[in-house]
Structures are given as C-alpha cells and as structure tokens.
C-alpha cells in the first residue's frame, strides 16, 4: 500500500460490510517539525486499497487517529489535533494544546468534511476511543489531564488526575461533552464498550505515581456500587483478589 512510512504511524482501521477506511499518521518532511504531522488514509473496496491520500493538510500537528462508521454508514476519523507547536520548548508546554479534531467521510461525494474540533480548552484532551452502540449512536470516549500532572518520561514521578468524558455523534454533530469519571489517575487510552448498559474499563494508578507500574489496577465503571467511589472501588477489588 504505502512504504518509507513514519514509525510511529499508529493506524486505526474501521470495517464495515466488504469495505474498510485506514488511517494512520504521516510526517510530511518537506514542513518544520513542530508542523508536519499530519494525516493519510486509504479506502477498502472489496478488492483493493486505494492510493494514500492526505485527510489532513495543516500547520498544526495531527496525531492518535481513530476512525469508526456510524450509525448511517459514515466514516468518522477522530484525533488529537495540536497547535501552539511553533511557541512550545518543552513537550509539557504543548500539552494544553490537545484538542480532538474529526471528520466525516461522505460515501456520496467521496470527500472528507473539513475539520472541526470537539473540544477547546486549556487543557490536555488525548487517546480518543470510538465505539458505535446497538441504536446506531456513535459514541466517543476521551482522557483529559492537566499539563502539569501527566507524564511525558517514563522515570518521572507524577501524580496524575485525570478525568475520562463522552460525547456521542447522532450523523449530524456531536453532543456536549459529558465528564464520566472524575479524579481518577489514569494515564492511557481507556476502553469503551457501547451498549445497554455501557462500559468503560480504564487503568487505575493506585499508589498515584506514575513512575511504578506494578500497581496499576484495570477498573470498569460498571462495578461501582452505589456511594463508591473509585478509591473504594480499587480498595474493594484488591481485597476480592
């Protein structure tokens, strides 16, 4: 399909019936660093991939794709859309430029929808989850920190707080975002299962250091009983061990 790709491309693929869309992360080399991420995709016909081609053309850096159809058979591409790349000297100065970015591939025209973003605040937004539910809503499923509590080193000490949200795209537009779970200290891309009931399964830094990791515990919000709260819930789950 493609070659000489960037190593750290992270595709997302999404299938639907005999066709499929891919989208992975491309860097442009012929643009400055703090401007060259952007992103490609390619379309599964049945029989064939199609020639790569640009979903994004910016001066802003486009990365963690993901891609999912909808409930009336769009493609929808979500990803972390970062500006403010040009001023940043240190990756924690950019991180309150995280945003969520997305677009939706019309099967009619054949065309990508410019694109817009979800969410704008001063804040950290990252590692986007999509997951289409069984009355054709699609859902998606995001972590927010602020800058000065997430890690960008592994041997860094840092107690994160961070929040998971949700919003759900009816084929028009996507709902107000909706803050989930609270005051956790989670650090990766939680998992989403959209259903009745609906489920998010996340990674719990128990002891709320970032540097160990043999005390990360996997939580899901369906086990919260009634006046739990997560801290109770990890507390409940090591002693049913």
């Known amino acids: 399909m493609t070659s000489n790709v960037y190593p750290y491309a992270v595709p997302a693929m999404a299938v639907q019936d005999n066709q499929a869309v891919l989208v992975w992360v491309h860097d442009d080399p012929a643009k400055p660093i703090s401007q060259s991420m952007e992103l490609r995709y390619s379309l599964w016909d049945g029989n064939a991939w199609s020639a790569p081609a640009y979903l994004t053309t910016n001066d802003l850096l486009d990365v963690q794709p993901v891609i999912a159809y909808d409930g009336i058979g769009q493609p929808v591409a979500m990803w972390v859309q ?20 997305y677009s939706v591939y019309n099967t009619a025209t054949l065309t990508w929808s410019a694109p817009a973003t ?24 995001w972590l927010s920190a602020n800058a000065d509590d997430f890690p960008v080193a592994p041997d860094e000490h840092i107690s994160t707080t961070s929040t998971i949200w949700t919003s759900v795209w009816n084929g028009v537009a996507w709902t107000t975002p909706t803050p989930v779970i609270t005051n956790t200290h989670g ?14 399964a996340w990674s719990e830094d128990t002891d709320g250091d970032s540097y160990t990791t043999a005390d990360h515990e996997t939580v899901s919000y369906t086990h919260l009983r009634a006046h739990e709260t997560v801290l109770d819930l990890v507390c409940r789950l090591l002693l049913e061990k």
């Open 82 to 101: 970062v500006d403010g790349a040009q001023s940043a000297t240190t990756p924690r100065e950019l991180m309150p430029h995280y945003e969520l970015a």
């Open 118 to 141: 979800l969410t704008h605040n001063a804040y950290m937004d990252a590692l986007p989850k999509l997951a289409l539910a069984p009355d054709g809503a699609l859902n998606a499923v």
């Open 187 to 200: 650090e990766a891309r939680p998992a989403f299962l959209a259903g009745t009931p609906a489920v998010i």
